[in-house]
């Protein structure tokens, strides 16, 4: 019985392909899937992307305001939600979500969905390319399942939020053949720049790098057709997104409000060791590479493990198949791995600042690169490319007459999931403490000083007790924000835990400011001993404590 791969049965439909990918998360995610109604996948900033669905659908539907502004945050001055990640092209779907399904559930859908769209998507980029659907599946399933989407899936439903760069990629290389229209490439360039904007970034190197590689290679793909096409995909796609990237340009023009640092490149960079080196968050003997990675002072940012079997295809492919396609996604590979690297070459932990790299001046001389300081996030474009140059290989392997092909498969898809076989990545449950569910019955509007938990956990119950919080966790703090917290009497100490001195304290003044700012209640720790003396000098009554937090009622 002949055996014919290319055609596999099992993908006979885009429905049957996408329900596989499905599949696949589900097991490789066990055991999310028992508690996908209840928990949420992720922790720390997955709290903020749920924050994000409760802010866009509050200022949307409620308060019919703009989104991306909130005075519910950093009260009384609020803040600007520019260049913060709010991720529109989830937040906005999780609006008629909403309706249906709790908050932490649009959450858990709209993460299962991206990664499995991550795999479907690379599978029809790959099939374009290969017209094979066995080769084109293993490419979807590298990419959606690889080091980075899972290190990722941890809290940035933005990084997740891959396929419709994808799906650009796919549309621009078929303008590119005359195949298609303006229509959709601008559409997909729209929807990943409201993703997350590093990706529209990589998007733009991609763009000039695939013209300036067919100018060497194809001139003819330059027809008038395409050039009209590819004019208007980037006007149009430029000119819906301009309210938003213009209003970025001119804030931080004209304010520089958030013109600062917030990553350092050197510490969200990738270790070259990193490249050969199994991440910790791997099934098989992570303890034991743990040491590595703790030398090298690894967050989930450093991830950048290739796997051997994928660097073999790479191989395969450089050495054995000769074609253009190759050169263009091996290229591509090299790019993006060299800026992943950072500013400067790391080896093993060790920062060589006289082997400046790519990174450095890209960082120094191109404007809105300090909002761009996390090279290892260029890793996302590096799986993709190898996903597609495996397709490449295997479809050649396919080829070969012996039956030893299907054994030299097998290894390799073996290989594969393997090394790709993630741990068991982190459950948070969802905690409504009942304090904030009492508030949100009340309908008067003031604001509360919430330091009883982590920031991001603070923004989450924020979606339940719906008042102003005087603090904030977002993407990008303004000098303002930050200014009022480090300036403001008596907030500044409570905030910071800085005890008054005798020379200026007061009571009643000091009791003033707080109610000068509406704030009505402050929450601590149970076990901060430290700002519970400070409080006590306030003299306020004590209305709630349990063991996880006291609660002072100042008005």
């Known amino acids: 019985m002949k055996i014919v791969l290319s055609k596999f049965n099992f993908l006979s439909s885009k429905p049957a392909i996408f329900l596989y990918y499905v599949i696949c998360v589900l097991v490789l995610t066990y055991p999310w899937v028992l508690d996908f109604w209840t928990k949420l996948l992720g922790y720390n900033d997955a709290w903020q992307s749920v924050w994000n669905f409760w802010w866009v659908k509050t200022a949307l539907i409620d308060l019919h305001n703009n989104p991306l502004f909130t005075s519910y945050l950093h009260w009384p001055n609020g803040i600007s939600l520019l260049f913060h990640t709010i991720n529109l092209s989830n937040s906005l779907v999780a609006v008629p979500l909403q309706y249906i399904f709790s908050l932490t559930t649009t959450y858990n859908i709209l993460l299962f969905f991206n990664f499995a769209f991550n795999g479907f998507a690379t599978y029809f980029l790959a099939y374009y390319l290969t017209k094979n659907k066995f080769a084109s599946f293993i490419a979807g399933y590298i990419l959606a399942f690889s080091p980075y989407m899972f290190a990722h899936a941890q809290g940035h439903l933005n990084l997740l939020s891959f396929g419709w760069l994808v799906l650009f990629i796919l549309y621009f290389i078929k303008m590119a053949q005359n195949e298609t229209d303006w229509k959709l490439p601008a559409l997909f360039l729209v929807i990943t720049g409201l993703a997350d904007w590093y990706y529209f970034f990589y ?124 050169y263009f996604w091996v290229l591509l590979v090299l790019i993006f791995c060299v800026l992943a690297l950072g500013p400067y070459l790391q080896v093993n932990g060790v920062i060589y600042k006289n082997f400046t790299l790519p990174y450095y001046y890209l960082y120094k001389y191109i404007p809105f690169m300090t909002m761009q300081g996390i090279p290892a996030r260029f890793m996302s474009i590096v799986y993709l490319s190898l996903g597609i140059l495996a397709a490449i290989a295997i479809k050649d392997i396919l080829n070969i007459k012996s039956k030893l092909k299907y054994l030299i498969l097998g290894l390799i898809m073996i290989s594969i999931f393997i090394e790709y076989l993630p741990t068991q990545l982190k459950i948070s449950p969802v905690l409504r403490p009942n304090f904030y569910v009492t508030l949100s019955q009340d309908p008067n509007d003031y604001a509360i000083l919430d330091i009883s938990d982590k920031d991001y956990k603070v923004l989450f119950y924020q979606t339940i007790h719906h008042k102003r919080l005087i603090s904030g966790y977002t993407s990008r703090p303004s000098k303002k924000t930050i200014e009022f917290l480090d300036e403001t009497p008596i907030i500044s100490n409570i905030y910071h835990g800085i005890d008054f001195t005798d020379i200026n304290f007061n009571i009643e003044e000091s009791k003033n400011v707080l109610i000068k700012y509406s704030v009505k209640y402050i929450l601590i720790s149970s076990s901060d001993k430290n700002r519970s003396k400070i409080i006590s000098k306030l003299e306020l009554p004590i209305i709630f404590q349990n063991n996880t937090r006291t609660i002072y009622q100042v008005y």
């Not at 980037?234 to 340009?249: D, E, H, R």
């Open 203 to 326: 998007l733009g190197i991609i763009v000039v790098f695939t013209l300036f590689f067919y100018s060497v290679t194809n001139r003819k793909i330059f027809s008038k057709v395409f050039i009209k096409n590819l004019i208007i995909s980037l006007v149009i796609g430029f000119l819906i997104l301009s309210p938003y990237l213009g209003a970025m340009l001119y804030l931080n023009i004209k304010t520089h409000e958030f013109d600062q640092i917030v990553h350092l490149p050197t510490d969200y960079s990738i270790d070259l060791s990193a490249f050969f080196l199994p991440n910790v968050t791997w099934f098989f003997f992570k303890k034991y590479f743990y040491r590595f990675w703790y030398i090298w002072h690894w967050t989930w940012e450093n991830i950048g493990f290739l796997g051997y079997s994928i660097i073999a295809l790479f191989l395969y492919t450089l050495i054995k198949i000769r074609k253009k396609i190759v």
